[in-house]
């Protein structure tokens, strides 16, 4: 597993992908791990229900020029090069449940649990996280159709 990394958000693109520069000044395209949000950009299509939403809530949680940690599974990247990380809003390394953003983008109903094959270390907790988040009615489990 790659170590954790400390770096800072350079753009939001949607409710799951945002690029990030590490310390040595390179950019990285990062996919929230475990998640799956609306699609922004869906090829030839309008954005997916609560896209637009998700993505206000990402730029509002890692904010452009932000500080975030990075964390990693088995596999740290997947088929389009982008690295595949747990996310941690702040200056700590591992800065616990409140400030770890995948989770809460299940949990306040921005993004549903897609746990990567590879990658299922969580499986349990997003499952569980996004069960609760259904039954409770919160973000696009109320407002886009099934």
């Known amino acids: 597993m790659r170590p954790p990394l400390r770096a800072s958000v350079v753009s ?3 409710g ?7 310390a040595d000044g390179s950019e990285e395209r990062v996919r929230f ?3 799956d949000a609306p699609e ?8 997916e229900c609560y896209a637009m939403e998700a993505h206000r809530r990402v730029e509002g949680l890692v ?4 500080p975030v940690w990075l964390t990693f599974d088995s596999v740290a990247r ?8 747990h996310v ?3 200056d700590r390394p591992v800065a616990g449940l409140p400030d770890w953003i995948n989770l809460r983008l299940v949990q306040e109903g921005y993004a549903r649990s897609y746990v990567f094959p ?4 969580f499986r349990g907790t997003f499952e569980g996280t996004e069960a609760e988040a259904a039954a409770a009615g919160r973000g696009l489990w109320a407002a886009c159709p099934p």
């Open 40 to 47: 922004m950009y869906p090829p030839g299509a309008d954005p």
């Open 12 to 14: 939001v693109i949607d």
């Open 118 to 121: 590879d990658n299922a270390t």
């Open 78 to 85: 997947d088929r389009y090069g982008r690295s595949l990380a």
């Open 33 to 35: 791990l475990n998640i």
């Open 16 to 22: 799951d992908t945002f690029n990030v520069r590490l």
């Open 63 to 66: 904010p452009p020029g932000g």
């Open 88 to 90: 941690f809003a702040g």
